[in-house]
């Protein structure tokens, strides 16, 4: 996460360093997903406007990580390439139809033990379940 947050424009090292040790990683990764800026700017240094660069910045590459996470913390992790190719079929797909990946990971991740054979089938248990 500190190397994340160092990748943002006119982030550096004192800025990012408060960021992960003040707010924590967890509640870094959830403000920025969710946008909340007021959250980023308990931090030293950060003010309203570096919060939502950083939120401009980072928000697309945190909710991957969180779907990751949320993906891996179930008890159906995809064993081979070809279940990780349904599980990620499914999740874009689920995406075009304007759904966020947040918002359907751990449906997709609870039906994913259903013995799914093709990202179709993953893909209508889910929407069913919306």
């Known amino acids: 996460m500190f190397e994340l947050l160092k990748s943002v424009n006119k982030v550096g090292p004192s800025k990012a360093y408060p960021l992960v040790t003040q707010i924590g990683i967890s509640d870094l990764v959830s403000a920025i997903a969710l946008e909340q800026k007021e959250v980023l700017t308990q931090a030293q240094g950060i003010g309203k ?26 008890a159906a992790i995809p064993q081979s390439s070809k279940e990780e190719g349904i599980v990620k079929d499914a999740l874009q797909a ?37």
């Open 49 to 74: 406007k570096m919060a939502e660069q950083i939120i401009l910045s980072l928000k697309d590459k945190v909710q991957k990580l969180e779907i990751s996470k949320n993906i891996e913390n179930t």
């Open 94 to 130: 689920l995406e075009s139809l304007g759904y966020s990946e947040k918002m359907v990971a751990s449906v997709v991740s609870k039906h994913f033990s259903e013995n799914i054979e093709s990202s179709e089938d993953l893909i209508k248990l889910v929407l069913k379940e919306l």
